[in-house]
Structures are given as structure tokens and as C-alpha cells.
């Protein structure tokens, strides 16, 4: 029987695409005698940090402007083909070295406990990693993807459509779900356990099983109007079972200060962007008809401009609309002076420290107050279960509130935030989501108070901006000004084109090509 032995070993992990180069390699990086379960796992969690490219080009130059949560004030660079091919390598380096693991797994013939138990984290991480790229393109390669290195390699894999990369994450997941509820961790010694690689979820399996019941929430509603028949009954088996989802406290996040390392990419995409600003749309929806703030969450995610104002830029802009400028990301500059933003900074800016901080502000995987919102939804609309629009109103008002607990805590954290906004108390959240621009009345029209769930959840996920792009194309009733959106996904990227033309060629053809307008399965 074999022990995990806890030794950190030096890495390298080519960043390919999902097939780039696989001509040219003869050897496998991941051979057994090369590496061990622990250190390849713990690579897979460090994939999860969001990659430069695609925070600049994705993030910054396309989707906080398609959300509205923010606006982009001119195009810049415009390569969103650097961030797809940021986001394509990143899970197709990910998904070969998670299929290591697996072969590695099925050859374990001892500890069937403790293997069963490190698949499961496995499928975890890689559900949420595989729905994300499935979300941003449709179909891509899965059931093939990341096998250049088995027995019978492949070089070339086909595309999968979306709905079947949908149920089979959905049935890992719940598989996974019973085998980290089941009771225990593994214990130390003489059982297979990731123990400190896992600078993730500290190998709790409790962490692991709420994260994964939370994933499953998620993604069932997210495809619910696709396919009612499937996805129904899962939500009432999560909902009545029992089930323990990330609850208030126990955000799943990738923390740079826990995690020894330092998140230098987010200033860097938006210095080096230095476009987006607090646009109207989210503005007009956190103040009131005066320009009144009434969520102090406005204070967490934007400041104000170089004069000490609050200024949005119209989310419609014309060419009579005066430009932004200044500096207000750049780090010497704000670090030296942090009062001065540039004289051209004449519209409200993303908060310098909230994007500034490179320990003490965490990349958000999932929020507690994203299941109040998700379960606040179930009950309204009746997903699988009985509707109970008093159960609807109570999660949503815990939402809100567990929401502003939350980005409270981050601003109070930060050791170096140094122009802290008023903090709001617990009187203070509560009477937010009592206000009667964002109060849910368990007797109010059903319709309205989707708007106001959905609402929610965009602001909640304001540094998530993938998942408010998920939640505007599901729904279309997030906050708007612009026409109805028509940006439904992102084009595969050009390394696809190239090393897998075949398979891409056929994709195109199928799907009615490769454009942005096109919508995904869920969407449909």
C-alpha cells in the first residue's frame, strides 16, 4: 500500500491549448516517477487564479461593459482572442493533468475510501473550472479534451455539445456530493489525502461537499429552462435532503494571503486598460432619484473622481460625451499620492485599493449570500419544489444582508486599504434590504420579484463578472440602459482554429459559426 508522501516538488506545466503542440511531445511531464498526487493536484489549484490576459481582455474590455456593472469609456486594445487563449490553455493544461490523477486513481487497488474521496475533490475543482469555459464558449471539447497522454492518445478531440457536458458535470457532482457528505476525513497516514496541497479548502471534506452541493444549485437553475424535466427534480432532491451549501463565513474563495501568493494580475489588467469606470446603469440602481447612495456596497466597488465627486459615465454614451482620463490604477502613482487620480480623471473609478490589494482581497469562486439568492429563486418560482414565496422573501432579505456583511468584511481585512468607506452595521444592511427600491414582499407580483433576486445577484457578483454575463443571458432582467443584449459568447480562440481545424470546422458548421450573437444551450 502506498502512502501519500507530503514533498513539494518543482513543477513545470506547459500552458497549451487543447491540442497545441501535442505533434511535438514524445514524453509526459506527469510520470509517476516525475511527480506526486499532491503536487499535481495542488497545480490544478493554482489554475483557479484568474489569468491576466483574460482579467485585461475578457473582463475589463468586454464584460463589465456587456453586465453594465461598469463601463468601458473607450475600446482599447481589443485582442479578446488573448484572453480566450488565456482561458482555452489554462483548462486544457488543467483537464490533462486532472485526467493523470484519474488514470492514477483507477490503478489504486487499496483504500477505496480515501481514493473515492480525493476523486471527488478532483471532479469538484474540475466541474467548476469545465462549466466556466463551457459557459464562455458552448460546446467545446471535453469527453476527448486532455487525453494526448493515455493509452490510446488523442491528438485532435471532438467538440461535445453543451446539454452533455452539463449532466455528466451534474452527475460527478452529485456522485461527489455523497461521498463528501459521507461522514469523516481521511485520516493522516496510511490513507491517499491531498493534506497541505490542498491550500484550497484545507482539505475539509465539509468545505468540499458545500462547495460541491452550491456548484449543483447553481448550474441545475442555470439550465432549469432548458430542461425542466431533469433539472426539477435534482433541486428538490438538494433542497429537502438536506444538503449543506456555503453558508455565510465560508465563501469559496482563492486567497492570496492564505495561499502564499501575491495577486498581481487585477491592477495590472486595469492599469494597463485603465478604461473601465463606474458607468450609469449600476449608479442610478444604488442611489436614489437625488443621487443619493442607498447601498453602501457603491462605496466598496467605485470612488470618486479626481475633484472628490461621484461622476458615472453614461452607460450611452454619444461623441458629445466628454472623455475620461487620469490614472486613477496606476500603482506608483496612487501608492505615492493617493488623493491624485489624474486631473483627467473626471468620472468615478473602480476603487483603487479593491483592485490594489494583492494579499488581503481574495478571487471570489462563490459567495453565501449567491445561495441565498439561488434558493430565494427556487421558492419563488417553484423549481422542483412547492412554491413558497415566504421562504422566497426570507432567503432574498438574508441575501442582501449576508451580501453587504460580506463585502464589509473584505474592506475591514484589507491591511492596506487606507481610505475605507463608511462601514455599514447590521441595522444598516438589514434596512437596505427593506428599502423600497430593493424590498422582495412575499405578496408582491412574482415577476418583480425575480427582477429583484436577479438584481442582486449582480451586484453581489460585482468581481465575478463571468457570472453576471451567465446570469444577464439566462434572464434578461438584470439593471440595463442599452438595448437588449446580443453578446451571448466568446469566439473559440485562434490556437483552436489552427492545431484542431478539423473538429473546429465541423463545430462551425453544426452551431451556424463561430459568432458572438449565437446563443449557448441553456440560452436557447
Same mark, same amino acid.
Given at each position: 500500500m502506498k502512502k501519500v508522501i507530503i514533498i513539494m516538488s518543482f513543477l513545470v506545466f506547459a500552458t497549451v491549448g487543447c491540442d497545441k503542440g501535442f505533434d511535438d511531445i514524445n514524453t509526459n511531464p506527469?510520470?509517476?516517477?516525475?511527480?506526486?498526487?499532491?503536487?499535481? /493536484?495542488?497545480?490544478?489549484?493554482?489554475?483557479?487564479?484568474?489569468?491576466?490576459? $483574460?482579467?485585461?481582455?475578457?473582463?475589463?474590455? =468586454?464584460?463589465?461593459?456587456?453586465?453594465?456593472?461598469?463601463?468601458?469609456? @473607450?475600446?482599447?486594445?481589443? *485582442?479578446?482572442?488573448?484572453? !480566450?487563449?488565456?482561458?482555452? #490553455?489554462? +483548462?486544457?493544461?488543467?483537464?490533462? *493533468?486532472?485526467?493523470?490523477?484519474? #488514470? $492514477?486513481?483507477?490503478?489504486?487497488?487499496?483504500?477505496? $475510501?480515501?481514493?473515492?474521496?480525493?476523486?471527488?475533490?478532483?471532479?469538484?475543482?474540475?466541474?467548476?473550472?469545465?462549466?466556466? =469555459?463551457?459557459?464562455? /464558449?458552448?460546446?467545446?471539447?471535453? #469527453?476527448?479534451?486532455?487525453?494526448? /497522454?493515455?493509452?490510446?492518445? &488523442?491528438?485532435?478531440?471532438? +467538440?461535445?455539445?453543451?446539454?452533455?457536458?452539463?449532466? !455528466?458535470? &451534474? %452527475?460527478?457532482?452529485? %456522485?461527489? #456530493?455523497?461521498?463528501?457528505?459521507?461522514?469523516?476525513?481521511?485520516?493522516?497516514?496510511?490513507?491517499?489525502?491531498?493534506?497541505?496541497?490542498?491550500? /484550497?479548502?484545507?482539505?475539509?471534506?465539509?468545505?468540499?461537499?458545500?462547495?460541491?452541493? !452550491?456548484?449543483?444549485?447553481?448550474?441545475?437553475?442555470?439550465? +432549469?429552462?432548458?430542461?425542466?424535466?431533469? @433539472?426539477?427534480p435534482r433541486v428538490k432532491d438538494l433542497t429537502e435532503s438536506g444538503a449543506n451549501f456555503v453558508t455565510e463565513g465560508g465563501d469559496i474563495v482563492m486567497s492570496p494571503a492564505a495561499q502564499n501568493w501575491d495577486n498581481l494580475g487585477v491592477n495590472w489588467s486595469f492599469r494597463e486598460h485603465n478604461r473601465v469606470r463606474m458607468g450609469s446603469t449600476i449608479w442610478n440602481f444604488m442611489t436614489d432619484d437625488e443621487g443619493a447612495i442607498l447601498d453602501p456596497r457603491i462605496g466598496f466597488f467605485f470612488e470618486e473622481n479626481n475633484a472628490g465627486e461621484w461622476v458615472a459615465f453614461p452607460q450611452n454614451s454619444t461623441s458629445d460625451t466628454p472623455q475620461s482620463g487620469g490614472e486613477p490604477y496606476q500603482r506608483d502613482k496612487r501608492d505615492a499620492a493617493y488623493d491624485d487620480k489624474g486631473a483627467g480623471n473626471i468620472y468615478s473609478s473602480v476603487n483603487y485599493y479593491l483592485i490594489r490589494d494583492e494579499q488581503d482581497i481574495p478571487e471570489i469562486l462563490m459567495t453565501a449570500a449567491e445561495v441565498k439568492f439561488l434558493q430565494s429563486e427556487i421558492f419563488l418560482r417553484g423549481i422542483g419544489v412547492t412554491a413558497d414565496p415566504f421562504l422566497a422573501a426570507s432567503r432574498y432579505q438574508e441575501g442582501v444582508i449576508v451580501s453587504v456583511n460580506y463585502w464589509k468584511g473584505l474592506v475591514q481585512n484589507s491591511a492596506i486599504w487606507s481610505n475605507k468607506p463608511p462601514i455599514p452595521s447590521i441595522a444598516d444592511a438589514f434596512q437596505l434590504s427593506a428599502n423600497a427600491k430593493y424590498a422582495m414582499t412575499f405578496d408582491g407580483d412574482t415577476e418583480e420579484n425575480r427582477r429583484k433576486i436577479y438584481e442582486q445577484r449582480w451586484v453581489d457578483s460585482f468581481r465575478q463578472p463571468w457570472e453576471a454575463f451567465s446570469l444577464l443571458r439566462r434572464t434578461n432582467l438584470v439593471p440595463r440602459e442599452r438595448e437588449v443584449n446580443q453578446f451571448n459568447r466568446f469566439q473559440y480562440p485562434q490556437s483552436e482554429v489552427a492545431f484542431n481545424s478539423d473538429n473546429y470546422e465541423t463545430q462551425i458548421a453544426t452551431m451556424g459559426g463561430d459568432r458572438t450573437d449565437i446563443e449557448i444551450w441553456w440560452m436557447e
Open positions: 506527469l510520470a509517476p516517477s516525475s511527480v506526486n498526487y499532491g503536487a499535481v /493536484f495542488n497545480s490544478l489549484v493554482q489554475s483557479l487564479q484568474l489569468g491576466w490576459n $483574460r482579467q485585461l481582455f475578457l473582463h475589463n474590455e =468586454v464584460l463589465y461593459d456587456v453586465t453594465e456593472q461598469a463601463v468601458v469609456t @473607450a475600446k482599447t486594445f481589443g *485582442n479578446v482572442d488573448g484572453g !480566450s487563449e488565456d482561458v482555452w #490553455s489554462n +483548462y486544457y493544461t488543467a483537464l490533462k *493533468n486532472a485526467r493523470e490523477l484519474h #488514470s $492514477r486513481f483507477d490503478a489504486q487497488t487499496e483504500d477505496p $475510501r480515501s481514493t473515492d474521496i480525493v476523486r471527488a475533490q478532483l471532479n469538484v475543482l474540475m466541474a467548476y473550472k469545465t462549466f466556466q =469555459v463551457t459557459d464562455f /464558449f458552448g460546446d467545446i471539447p471535453y #469527453s476527448e479534451g486532455g487525453q494526448a /497522454f493515455t493509452e490510446d492518445a &488523442i491528438l485532435r478531440a471532438k +467538440y461535445d455539445n453543451q446539454e452533455d457536458i452539463y449532466k !455528466s458535470l &451534474i %452527475e460527478d457532482l452529485t %456522485e461527489a #456530493s455523497v461521498i463528501l457528505s459521507g461522514g469523516g476525513e481521511a485520516p493522516i497516514g496510511s490513507y491517499l489525502r491531498y493534506g497541505a496541497f490542498d491550500t /484550497f479548502l484545507g482539505d475539509s471534506n465539509d468545505r468540499w461537499a458545500r462547495f460541491c452541493n !452550491s456548484l449543483l444549485l447553481r448550474h441545475l437553475v442555470r439550465m +432549469y429552462d432548458a430542461d425542466p424535466e431533469y @433539472a426539477g
